[in-house]
Nanobody
Framework: QLQVVESGGGLVQPGGSLRLSCAAS????????IGWFRQAPGKEREGVSC????????YYADSVKGRFTISRDNAKNTVYLQMNSLKPEDTAIYYC?????????????????WGQGTQVTVSS
């Protein structure tokens, strides 16, 4: 059974950093692309970043470019999302999911096997 589990969320002040982890079980992550999405209250789920199975292709939403970095450690079967210079508008539940990664777009409909999410709150 393909399963991913997110962790690393929390409460952080504006300008702070967090690193989210997406740990895979039931499969080898190095053959799979992973995407990070977020959903704030009252808003649609938004694609944040994704990384291809080989790590050569990455995508970042305009709202996080230059602040967030996605990476993968296949030995640990984990994908990370390093989030720096966090803003209150980054507050959301962050989900990871399995799917292909394009450099031009990222749609929730192209991803599956969603995790349960981890809450990120940016507030002073």
């Amino acid at each position: 059974q393909l399963q991913v589990v997110e962790s690393g969320g929390g409460l952080v002040q504006p300008g702070g950093s967090l690193r989210l982890s997406c740990a895979a079980s039931g499969f080898f992550l190095n053959y799979i692309g992973i995407g990070w999405f977020r959903q704030a209250p009252g808003k649609e789920r938004e694609g944040v970043s994704c990384i291809s199975s080989g790590g050569r292709t990455t995508y970042y939403a305009d709202s996080v470019k230059g602040r967030f970095t996605i990476s993968r450690d296949n030995a640990k079967n984990t994908v990370y999302l390093q989030m720096n210079s966090l803003k209150p508008e980054d507050t959301a539940i962050y989900y990871c999911a399995i799917g292909g990664c394009s450099i031009t777009t990222m749609a929730a409909s192209d991803f599956g096997s969603w995790g349960q999410g981890t809450q990120v709150t940016v507030s002073s």
